[in-house]
């Protein structure tokens, strides 16, 4: 079984559509996060919940709003996309408190076109 | 920001040689770790070194932390073709279980 699933894989879309990307983990983490992570590989946290509630909220434009039903699913929802959002999107989840060790899904990789 | 920094960004060796990589970051932190991402999948952590040790292994890994001069290292000894992948250095900020990414090495081992 994947810990840490996301799907879709890829995702390829136009500008101004709004698209999901889904997270789920089977890890019973109580901390979920969303990172971008860009065409130099630079990995930026963008969110994270802890048991359903949001405690990171980055620099991120509003057109991005994580949901989280219940603290095994973190979804992305993306509005009016624009072409800088094409990048690989990462779900990941820890324990949390002192390790913060993360597993890390295998990625979304959202094309705007 | 609190961020780790790798150097090189890209190495390229021949297999059965041994990789290093470096890792320097800028605040005082509790734990530092060491990831690796394989092309087109998500990052896999490898080992975690806490701010009271200055060298741990495991398997063909080595990792040494320095918190003097706020940088660490990552040893490969004997690397092999699956080795190749992108490494990636975090340090966890003091709150909200955040940890920040550096922007990685790329190794690439040569066959």
């Known amino acids: 079984d994947t810990a840490v699933s996301q799907t879709p894989k890829y995702l390829v879309t136009q500008m101004g559509n709004d698209k999901s990307i889904k997270c789920e983990q089977n890890?019973?983490?109580?901390?979920m996060y969303w990172y971008k992570q860009d065409s130099k590989k630079f990995l930026k946290i963008m969110f994270s919940?802890?048991?359903?509630?949001?405690?990171i909220n980055e620099t991120v434009p509003n057109r991005f709003s994580p949901k989280s039903p219940d603290k095994a699913h973190l979804n992305l929802h993306i509005n009016s996309l624009e072409l800088g959002d094409s990048a690989v999107y990462f779900c990941?989840?820890?324990?949390?408190?002192?390790?913060?060790?993360?597993?890390f899904g295998a990625g979304t990789r959202l094309s705007v076109l | 920001s609190q961020q780790g920094e790798e150097d090189p960004q890209a190495l390229s060796i021949q297999e059965g040689e041994n990789a290093t990589m470096n890792c320097s970051y800028k605040?005082?932190?509790?734990?530092l770790q060491w990831y690796r991402q394989n092309s087109g999948r998500g990052l896999v952590h490898l080992i975690l070194?806490?701010?009271?040790?200055r060298e741990k292994h495991s398997g063909r890994l080595r990792v040494t932390l320095d918190t003097s001069k706020k940088s660490s290292s990552l040893l490969i000894t004997a690397s092999r073709a699956a080795d190749t992948a992108s490494y990636f250095c975090?340090?966890?900020?003091?709150?909200?279980?955040?940890?920040?990414f550096g922007k990685g090495t790329r190794l690439h081992i040569l066959p």
């Open positions: 990941a989840s820890s324990q949390g408190g002192g390790s913060n060790i993360q597993y």
């Open positions: 890890l019973g983490h109580d901390t």
């Open positions: 919940y802890n048991n359903k509630e949001l405690i």
């Open positions: 605040t005082s932190i509790n734990n």
């Open positions: 070194i806490r701010s009271n040790e």
């Open positions: 975090a340090t966890p900020m003091n709150r909200d279980d955040k940890i920040i």
